[in-house]
């Protein structure tokens, strides 16, 4: 059984630009949820997916967006970096929607410069 | 909104010692569950224990146990017989929303 794995693990990028983050969900898991992690705080609920539709939404701006494919693996795109940006993403697969444990990736620690 | 807190941002228990890590949450839904995470200094995210709010009995998984109040909306994590491994940072968790974490250290 193959776990959630994340790409790439570490990516350093300039103000303004844009950037794509991608995971592949554990097989079996149908549901995707994607965190941001800042140094030394808690992860903040960026959105999920269930079956290629968002299913529900942190406090992000739009420039947060994403995707999930048939195949339930994922992508976060985040245009217009800021600084405050800087922060490790994590992404979550799980079974189900609700009330599911989620398995998480190792993260991608983005820098924005 | 956040609807997890954790009060606790630091906390200290001697090895072999038990410790209770707290979390209140507040939420409408009839039926929802909440969850604890362990998370190292090396990043990785570790599921811990679950408890559904129709559970009848307070979750257990090993060292690890839940003291569960719904009238006070309260879900502590309860580990017992604290080893050092388990010096990382602790979120409790409802469906969508991380806690602010508690820092575990276990002193030797």
């Known amino acids: 059984e193959t776990g959630v794995t994340q790409s790439p693990t570490h990516l350093i990028k300039t103000r303004g630009q844009q950037v794509t983050l991608r995971c592949s969900s554990q097989?079996?898991?149908?549901?995707v949820s994607w965190y941001q992690q800042a140094l030394g705080q808690g992860p903040q609920f960026i959105f999920q997916?269930?079956?290629?539709?968002?299913?529900g939404r942190g406090n992000f701006p739009p420039r947060f967006s994403g995707l999930q494919f048939p195949n339930y693996s994922s992508e976060l795109n985040v245009n217009a970096l800021e600084l405050d940006d800087s922060a490790l993403y994590l992404c979550?697969?799980?079974?189900?929607?609700?009330?599911?444990?989620?398995?998480f990736g190792s993260g991608t620690q983005l820098s924005v410069l | 909104a956040q609807k997890i807190t954790q009060t606790q941002p630091g906390m200290f228990v001697q090895e072999k010692e038990a410790v209770t890590l707290d979390c209140t949450y507040d939420?409408?839904?009839?039926?929802?569950?909440l969850f604890w995470y362990k998370q190292p200094s090396s990043g990785e995210m570790i599921f811990l224990i679950y408890?559904?709010?129709?559970?009848?009995q307070n979750a257990t998984e090993g060292r690890y146990s839940l003291n569960f109040q719904k009238a006070r909306k309260s879900a502590n994590l309860v580990i017992s017989a604290s080893q050092l491994g388990d010096s990382a940072m602790y979120f409790c968790?409802?469906?969508?929303?991380f806690g602010t974490g508690t820092s575990l250290t276990v002193i030797p």
């Open positions: 979550a697969s799980s079974p189900r929607t609700e009330n599911e444990k989620l398995f």
């Open positions: 097989s079996g898991h149908n549901t």
């Open positions: 968790v409802d469906q969508f929303y």
């Open positions: 408890q559904g709010s129709y559970d009848q």
């Open positions: 997916y269930y079956r290629e539709e968002e299913n």
């Open positions: 939420t409408s839904d009839p039926s929802y569950g």
